[in-house]
């Protein structure tokens, strides 16, 4: 990439980028594929000349799948849709929970989850050693990365008690997957109608009894979370 005048991004070194002329052009690398995105077919094109040069490679055409997301473009609208029903459709069934009941909300807004339990909840502890509590929220997480960040804070709260689960943590991590049942085949979409840059701020000091102050932040960008 170095001979082709590329430069590593700082953030993710598996992503590199090309600006000349005012043709800006991203390929961003996982293992031995990679994806070519800019403006125009013309700098694509030269891009895969180029870079025959140097080693031999594959044309697979239009963008589709990647990692586990289902790709569609809406060309005539300039509107991007991102799936991740299969990556969806496997944890679930890896987990045992299609039989669960679809639920509108990944959590509870009636329950404050806390660390510390009573008599009668010490009694599930033993049930609970055995249950997947980690290999669960580890599994979310990507999907919490791709297209559902609206379940990040939720993910992040059932997470905070990894160390020491109760029956009440594995319940409120139960939900988020009868949540997905529900909104599994639901697209993420970015558009070109809307281009500016929201940001939204809050802060709750009682939403868990044993916690610190928590604050979160969310940025959005053409209408769709980023951040």
């Known amino acids: 990439m170095e001979a082709l005048d590329f430069t590593c991004c700082n953030i993710d070194q598996a992503v590199f980028f ?12 996982h293992i031995n594929n990679c994806s070519l995105v800019a403006k125009t077919k013309d700098t694509i094109n030269d891009f895969k000349i180029n870079i025959g040069k140097y080693i031999t490679i594959t044309d697979l055409g239009k963008i589709h799948w990647l990692l586990g997301l ?3 473009h809406d060309y005539l609208n300039h509107i991007l849709y991102f799936l991740q029903q299969s990556y969806i459709d496997f944890i679930i069934y890896q987990y045992s929970f299609e039989d669960l009941k679809p639920l509108l909300l990944s959590i ?6 806390t660390s510390f339990f009573t008599s009668s909840s010490t009694l599930k502890i ?7 509590y980690h290999e669960t929220i580890g599994s979310l997480i990507y999907v919490a990365l791709g ?6 804070y939720t993910v ?4 905070y008690f990894s160390s020491n689960p109760l029956e009440a943590h594995w319940k409120a991590v139960k939900q988020i997957y009868y949540y997905f049942l529900g909104t599994k085949n639901l697209w993420l979409y970015y558009s070109r109608k809307t281009k500016k840059l929201v940001d939204y701020t809050d802060t709750d000091r009682i939403i868990a009894k044993d916690c610190h102050t928590i604050s979160r932040y969310v940025f959005m960008f053409h209408t769709r979370t980023i951040s």
């Not at 090309?18 to 690398?29: E, G, K, M, T, W």
């Open 147 to 152: 297209t559902c960040s609206n379940i990040t």
């Open 108 to 113: 509870d807004p009636n329950i404050c989850l």
């Open 18 to 29: 090309h600006y000349n002329q005012s043709r800006l052009i991203n390929v961003p690398v």
């Open 126 to 132: 033993s049930y609970i050693a055995y249950i997947p």
């Open 156 to 159: 992040q709260a059932v997470f």
């Open 70 to 72: 289902k790709i569609h």
